[in-house]
């Protein structure tokens, strides 16, 4: 994959440069942290920041001037689901399966998972854990998950960024945040006693661990 | 934000998230206190929340990428000059310069707007954008008592960020927080309620927030204002209680 053989020679006055650096670069941290989450790859995420760049300097001209950060990750985003397109085919088509699927359960009962894990057992999950609980989740909730509990961007932006609605957002959100407790708060590492193995048993329907009302 | 779903199940997120406007807070507040299983799953939430923001490391643009987007973007005066060995490095430099330029330009600019306003006009403005928010229907834009969700909320809007923190055990609950342009800039305002008075306290950076110094102590029309520097950051509390109590709050807010 070349990005930087692209013919910039003709594009960008001083003028845009300036502009470039004061709202493209400040957010580079999160472009990065965003484009690793949606390519799952620190050297991916790389090339497809740089081609983000390059696709905002030469859209510099008709960044409104509201939300820079908002405005950046869209073009990350952008660039990575070309890059996805591209390079691994099999993670899109999968998408719009999901899409399927996250209708059709949309109307079934909301309370779909029967697992109720403690609280407590969720908050003392290790980074390890964490990352590799999100890196699985589907794309669509990945990166909704992402925006909101690791970037910190409001539903308003999610919803600007990820061109859907509000209320997908807030289901997506809360749908990859269930599968999350699910994972981190039941799937138990080996070397914590008293809980039941749930490597083998997370895939089958279980019990409630506590009397609900 | 006026939720379009009535999902207590969704709303719970758009709770932990401080996304509602303070009548739907409320009324999940009301619904968190009447079903334990709503209320454990709050909990769980905010656990998993927590365990994100304070374990998964922050991700850092590696420092050759920065470079590489440099060389990139500055290719034409790089080509413009004679090849050398270190043709990468000028436009990089010629990058920073421009970005130095923008920064002096704007804060002379603010300097500019700033100095036609004496402290009485300065007071006025202050006391005026408070009773604009107490007349609101909403006088916070974020809503919540947990600072990890009003600090971010900030990130994007303005150009620094704000030290946020909650003093319910001293009395003074965080309630949400806001954007409040005060002489053409955008300012962080964290709203705090001490019994039932409002406080609006500006944060801004003392680039900005020198000037308010000037002010001091001050009452207009019946408002209290309090001013105070602390660690780069100037901090002026308005509200309609008295400058005793509302000195305690600066004082916890600047320390």
Redesign the interface.
Known sequence: MEWSASPMGSLGSEDDQARFASVVLPHLADAYALARWLTGDRADAEDVVQEACLRAFRGIGGFAGVNARAWVLTIVRHAAYAWLGKNRSAALVMVDDLEAVEQQQASDAPDSGPQTPEAALIAKADAARLEAAIAELPLPFRETLVLRDVQGLDYREIAEVTKVPIGTVMSRLARARRRLIERVGMDEPADAPGIAPANEARNEPRKVPRNQP | ?S???T?P??LV??YV?G?LDPAHALEVERMLADD??LA??R???????????E????????P???R??A???????A?AQPPSRLSARPSWR???A??L??AVVASGATWFIGEGRGPDATADMVVASHMRALMAPASID?ASSDRHTVK??F???IRYSPPVEDFATQGFPLIGGRLEVLAEEPVATLVYRHKQHLINLHVLPARLGNRYLALGATQREGFNILTRAQGGFVYVAVSDLNAQELGSLLQLAAR
């Open positions: 934000m939720p379009s779903t999902d199940k969704l997120h758009a998230d996304e334990p299983a454990a799953e909990q769980r939430v905010e656990a998993l929340r927590g365990a994100i923001r374990r998964l490391p922050r991700e850092q643009a590696p050759e990428l920065a590489r987007i060389t990139a973007i500055g290719l034409r005066s080509a010629a990058l920073a421009s970005v330029v923008a974020v971010p909320w990130n994007g809007r």
